[in-house]
């Protein structure tokens, strides 16, 4: 069965960073590219950024490029995504998808359960 | 970047009922367009991919239809369960996602 699992969310000062994890299991975890998206509080979702399976291309929304960072370790089977410069609109919970299929990871199939991230003062 | 619209923004329903989701898109995306469904305090869930494929596990009440940038998921008969918001999605250079349809109960 896969499945994936977030952790690292929490509350942080606008500004400030924060890293998150996503551990997966149940498949060859380099085989697939993983996304990361969010939604607001009482919000539709929003794709935030994917990297491809051998972790050497990332992708980024405009909201986020050039403050969030993309990672993974084949090594652990863990997706990471750091956030930098963190601002209020920011407040999501995060979740971790995997994308499928492998040959063009146009969907996201299955999702983790999410982690809250709060900015605030 | 292609942009999706859903119609209508929030769609009340009866258990029994045919429910019928518009996902409209800025520009012809073929028949690449996902639709998820998220239940309240859940992570969303694929139903359908490619317009009318339905993913594991998923039952035939749930259908999907169009091509290029007009698309329709039908659920042919609501279930206590089946009430929820419903996404669009869809990946050109980068990902996007309608705003929703909730179904709610009328």
């Known amino acids: 069965e896969v499945q994936l699992l977030e952790s690292g969310g929490g509350l942080v000062q606008p500004g400030g960073s924060l890293r998150l994890s996503c551990a997966a299991s149940?498949?060859?975890?380099?085989?697939?590219?993983m996304s990361w998206v969010r939604q607001a509080p009482g919000k539709g979702l929003e794709w935030v950024s994917c990297i491809s399976g051998d972790g050497s291309d990332p992708y980024y929304a405009d909201s986020v490029k050039g403050r969030f960072t993309i990672s993974r370790d084949n090594s652990k089977d863990t997706l990471y995504l750091q956030l930098n410069s963190l601002r209020a609109e920011d407040t999501a919970v995060y979740y971790c998808a995997k994308n499928v299929p492998p040959e063009t990871s146009k969907w996201f199939d299955p999702w983790g359960q999410g982690t809250l991230v709060t900015v605030s003062s | 970047e292609i942009v999706l619209t859903q119609s209508p923004a929030t769609l009340s329903l009866s258990p029994g009922e045919r429910a019928t989701l518009s996902c409209r898109a800025s520009?012809?995306?073929?028949?690449?367009l996902a639709w998820y469904q998220q239940k309240s305090g859940q992570a969303p869930r694929l139903l359908i991919y490619e317009t009318s494929n339905r993913a594991t596990g998923i039952p035939a009440r749930f259908s999907g239809s169009g091509s290029g940038t007009d698309f329709t998921l039908t659920i042919s008969s609501l279930e206590p369960e089946d009430f929820a918001v419903y996404y669009c999605q869809h990946r050109s250079n980068l990902w996007t996602f309608g705003q929703g349809t909730k179904v709610e109960v009328k």
């Open positions: 149940g498949f060859t975890f380099t085989t697939y590219a």
């Open positions: 520009q012809s995306v073929g028949r690449y």
